[in-house]
């Protein structure tokens, strides 16, 4: 079974500095079809969850270009370039052809 | 807009059975794959169950097969998760999602489920 590891679990940020999340994956999430379906989505507090990247680095629309995707293979990243207080809440990587979540990273504010 | 709205949701005692609900609206249920997902107090999201766009194949996660069945109603845009011979460890808040292309574009806001007696 695929299983994906995220560090740190908690990381307190700043305003206005950047923020990184890991995503590491037991094996490797190229698909049989080459691609690499990796999401990453925030959960607000008290809300749904919302996807802000898919494959790996894909921004979905109306997502703010601070936020970025990279990786390839087992280690995928998620960096916010400059933490604003919206983007206080709880980050979780997606691996969309087994649905394998990572434990999901809680962002706050210093 | 898209809503997906779960309810359903509540106290059951283990080896109880309970039915969730997900109603949706500016979605066709038909044209995505459909997902239950939950998540237990202090752990990471899991895959429950899913249902194809077609309707004809449905999915479940080892801990839950045989005890759980999805459905949908394509006449209500609802999709169903029954839940019978509950155990402790399917306490959780159940989400559905749709998904496309291997990935979950909407999220319902959840509903609880809490196993006691």
């Known amino acids: 079974d695929v299983v994906l590891t995220q560090s740190p679990l908690s990381l307190p940020v700043t305003l206005g500095q950047p923020a990184s999340i890991s995503c590491r994956s037991s094996?490797?999430?190229?698909?049989?079809?080459?691609?690499?379906?990796l999401d990453w989505f925030q959960q607000r507090p008290g809300q749904s969850p919302r996807r802000l990247i898919y494959?790996?680095?894909n921004r979905d629309s109306g997502v703010p270009d601070r936020f970025s995707g990279s990786g390839s293979g087992t280690d995928f990243t998620l960096k916010i370039s400059r933490v604003e207080a919206e983007d206080v809440g709880i980050y979780f990587c997606?691996?969309?052809?087994?649905?394998?979540f990572g434990q999901g990273t809680k962002v706050e504010i210093k | 807009e898209v809503q997906l709205v779960e309810s359903g949701g509540g106290l059951v005692q283990p080896g109880g059975s309970l039915t969730l609900s997900c109603a949706a609206s500016?979605?066709?249920?038909?044209?995505?794959?459909m997902h239950w997902v939950r998540q237990a107090p202090g752990k990471r999201l899991d895959f429950v169950s899913a249902?194809?766009?077609?309707?004809?194949?449905?999915y479940y996660a080892n801990p839950v097969k045989g005890r759980f069945t999805i459905s949908r109603d394509i006449s209500k845009n609802t999709l169903y998760l029954q839940m019978g011979s509950v155990r402790p460890e399917d306490m959780a808040v159940y989400y559905c999602?749709?998904?496309?292309?291997?990935?979950?574009?909407?999220w319902g806001q959840g509903t609880l489920v809490s196993v006691s007696s």
């Open positions: 999602a749709s998904a496309r292309s291997h990935s979950y574009h909407y």
């Open positions: 494959q790996i680095s």
């Open positions: 249902i194809s766009g077609s309707g004809d194949k449905t």
């Open positions: 997606l691996e969309g052809t087994r649905w394998t």
């Open positions: 094996q490797s999430l190229v698909y049989r079809d080459g691609n690499t379906y």
């Open positions: 500016g979605l066709t249920i038909s044209g995505y794959e």
